[in-house]
């Protein structure tokens, strides 16, 4: 159960719009809609900002939104914010009725 | 409001045994699921281990024929038991509610603990 792929970290300044890729397999990003995405600051649980690829749960910015092609996943934060600066992981269901996450990219607002 | 509370962790010798609890409320036995989920001190997270509505578990490798997940529904409590713990077990588990959509699971994490911290260590 290899971790899906992130790049460690990405950078924008404060309005922009940045995207976190997550890479899969055909096991398991390739094969379902149940991917999610999680936020967390430091020293904090993780919080869940999207489902089933580009669902927000209630009380979630508008500005976080997903997409899916393939084997390859996306997270997009428009009218990037300070407080968007945190650790940002993808989640998938497996063929193996087990879940894999990503390796994690550290937003940072510069 | 949905609350997850993890209990029973501390340090433990390699080999050792280790058993963590997870409160949850409130608590759906016939639809509600719980993952476990750990974070090694400054790595990211790494899913554990599932139990569902209808007591099936499954595990991440890395944990298979070590770990086992249980849950007792009058106690609305669900349980992580750690056997032959390694080095590598070290993190600050949590655990987090399955997501359902209407009754259904749709395979992510909507509710979190605050996570309890398991140390291996002699």
């Known amino acids: 159960q290899s971790a899906l792929t992130q790049p460690a970290s990405v950078s924008g300044s404060p309005g922009q719009s940045i995207t976190i890729s997550c890479f899969g397999t055909s096991r398991d990003i390739g094969s379902y809609q149940y991917v999610s995405w999680y936020q967390q600051h430091p020293g904090k649980a993780p919080k869940l900002i999207l489902f089933d690829v580009n669902n927000r749960p209630s009380g979630v910015s508008n500005r976080f939104s997903g997409s899916k092609s393939g084997n390859t996943a996306s997270l997009t934060i428009s009218g990037l914010q300070a407080e968007d600066e945190a650790d940002y992981y993808c989640?998938?269901?497996?063929?193996?009725?087990?879940?894999?996450f990503g390796s994690g990219t550290k937003v940072a607002v510069v | 409001e949905v609350q997850l509370e993890e209990s029973g962790g501390g340090l433990v010798q390699p080999g050792g045994s280790l058993r963590l609890s997870c409160a949850v409320s409130?608590?759906?036995?016939?639809?509600?699921?719980v993952n476990w989920v750990r974070q090694a001190p400054g790595k990211g997270l790494e899913w554990v281990a599932v139990?569902?509505?209808?007591?099936?578990?499954y595990y991440a490798d890395s944990v298979k024929a070590r770990f086992t997940v249980s849950r007792d529904t009058s106690k609305n409590t669900v349980y992580l038991q750690m056997n032959r713990v390694r080095a590598e077990d070290t993190a600050l588990y949590y655990c987090a509610r399955g997501g359902l959509v209407v009754t259904e699971p749709h395979y992510f994490f909507d509710y979190w603990g605050r996570g309890a911290l398991v140390t291996v260590s002699s």
């Open positions: 409130p608590f759906t036995a016939n639809t509600d699921y």
């Open positions: 989640v998938s269901y497996t063929m193996r009725y087990t879940y894999v």
């Open positions: 139990i569902y509505h209808d007591a099936t578990t």
